[in-house]
Antibody, heavy 119, light 109 residues
Framework: QLQLQESGPGLVKPSETLSLTCTVSGGSISSTNYYWVWIRQPPGKGLEWIGSISYSGSTYYNPSLKSRVTISVDTSKNQFSLKLSSVTAADTAVFYC???????????WGQGTTVTVSS | DIQMTQSPSTLSASVGDRVTITCRASQSINRWLAWYQQKPGKAPKLLIYKASSLESGVPSRFSGSGSGTEFTLTISSLQPDDFATYYCQQYNSYSEGFSFGPGTKVDIK
């Protein structure tokens, strides 16, 4: 059974770079049929798609975040990662990683990790 | 960017009720729409993809319809486990971003 697990610092200072990793277990991140996705949810608010990456490294970003986001994949570790630069308090959120089959919605999600931006 | 709206924002209903949530896109997204259910403190769960395809393991009381710019999620007979927030998401074009609707909270009447 495929599982995803987010990891990374729970507290990041303003203007610094937020870095998170999603570890995929129970399956390979190298499958050609899937994209790997980051989503966030500020406290008490709705969901925001951050971006996604294919196994081959093709990336797709939310236009509103594109200048600050980098998503990468490490197939040797079965992981993919998120970097969000120049963070502010507005970036405080629960961050989720997920899998998206081609042509479908996101069918497997991590449990989410809370990141707070504060000095 | 493609903007997604949902109505209503909150819906009060009773067990057994038929519930319909509407999702509208600011431009055509063909049938590239998914519906998710989220409960407090939990990750969202995929219910419907490609507007009307039921995700494996999801009860048949959930159904989706629509194409272009207007879509609906219907719960044919609301069950206690269905009280949650529901989000639509379009995945029509990477260049536009895969935006979510603002959510519809279904609570107990």
């Amino acid at each position: 059974q495929l599982q995803l697990q987010e990891s990374g610092p729970g507290l990041v200072k303003p203007s610094e770079t937020l870095s998170l990793t999603c570890t995929v277990s129970g399956g390979s991140i190298s499958s050609t049929n899937y994209y790997w996705v980051w989503i966030r949810q500020p406290p008490g608010k709705g969901l925001e798609w951050i971006g996604s990456i294919s196994y081959s490294g093709s990336t797709y970003y939310n236009p509103s975040l594109k200048s600050r986001v980098t998503i990468s994949v490490d197939t040797s570790k079965n992981q993919f990662s998120l970097k969000l630069s120049s963070v502010t308090a507005a970036d405080t959120a629960v961050f989720y990683c997920a899998r998206r089959p081609v042509g479908s919605g996101m069918d497997v999600w991590g449990q989410g990790t809370t990141v707070t931006v504060s000095s | 960017d493609i903007q997604m709206t949902q109505s209503p924002s909150t819906l009060s209903a009773s067990v057994g009720d038929r519930v319909t949530i509407t999702c509208r896109a600011s431009q055509s997204i063909n049938r590239w729409l998914a519906w998710y259910q989220q409960k407090p403190g939990k990750a969202p769960k995929l219910l419907i993809y490609k507007a009307s395809s039921l995700e494996s393991g999801v009860p048949s009381r959930f159904s989706g319809s629509g194409s272009g710019t207007e879509f609906t999620l219907t719960i044919s007979s609301l069950q206690p486990d269905d009280f949650a927030t529901y989000y639509c998401q379009q995945y029509n074009s990477y260049s536009e971003g895969f935006s979510f609707g603002p959510g519809t909270k279904v609570d107990i009447k």
